[in-house]
């Protein structure tokens, strides 16, 4: 199929590998790939500080570019929950509403295309390290997405997966949020960390990088032995 490769504005300026990783994993899945390098946001850091008219203006363009999209697949869970859970909140009551649903209905989180709508699990992928997986607010719970990522995950060789006892807790960056509560953010940050960190685990793993990234920039500043990776760049490895 065509897939339309929606590529969020952190991914696209701080972490292109994570969207290169996509684009080489479903080509080799025999899929044809858009990217529409003209939208780079989804509007989400408007929408989450209640400027819901201006990120309209934001999400017109994006309801107009991807209107004819056969399926948008997102390589964040915080952006997938945007268009799919929040734009038809967004546009209720207006003359998008019906656009807005359209787009959610075809739009997917990464793991969640590769394997609720495609099938797949093994992407022979080789990673011989100790991971352990931070599930990530957005992608949890307005996706409800969980196995997902664990099933790829567990078909890849060599890695050992080692749940942590926090993994499902905020990691306290809520975009927005990190900003205006800059001290508890960085707590809460601390408390998924010592529980990464008593798993024995070498990476960080999760479908959505602005949680990595919040949570790396902690790791760096206190010089804890860990590091944080997409898992779209484990599932691209040979």
């Not at 952006?79 to 997917?108: D, S």
Request: neutral net charge.
């Amino acid at each position: 199929m065509k897939i339309t490769l929606f590529i969020p504005c952190f991914i696209d300026a701080c972490f292109p590998k994570v969207g290169a990783s996509a684009v080489e994993i479903f080509e080799r899945l025999g899929h044809t790939i858009e990217y529409p390098q003209e939208l780079t946001c989804c509007g989400q850091p408007a929408f989450n500080s209640g400027y819901w008219d201006e990120t309209r203006e934001v999400a017109d363009k994006v309801l107009v570019r991807l209107k004819h999209s056969e399926v948008v697949v997102i390589v964040s869970g915080s952006c997938g929950a945007m268009i799919k859970n929040f734009y038809p909140q967004l546009y209720a009551g207006t003359g998008q509403e019906a656009a807005a649903k359209a787009l959610a209905a075809k739009t997917y989180e990464f793991t969640d295309f590769l394997v609720s709508k495609l099938g797949v699990t093994d992407l022979g992928a080789r990673f011989p390290h100790r991971v352990t997986f931070h599930d990530g607010c957005h992608g949890l719970r307005e996706l409800g997405i969980k196995k997902q990522p664990r099933q790829l995950l567990a078909h890849v060789q060599g890695l050992e997966l080692i749940e942590m006892s926090e993994a499902e807790t905020c990691c306290g960056f809520g975009g927005t949020f990190s900003a205006k509560f800059p001290m508890i953010s960085s707590a809460m940050g601390e408390n998924k960390i010592g529980s990464a960190l008593e798993t024995g685990a070498e990476y960080i793993v999760s479908n959505d990088s602005s949680c990595l990234m919040h949570q790396q920039g902690l790791i760096d500043r206190q010089k804890k032995p860990l590091r944080t990776l997409h898992i779209a760049e484990i599932l691209n490895t040979r």
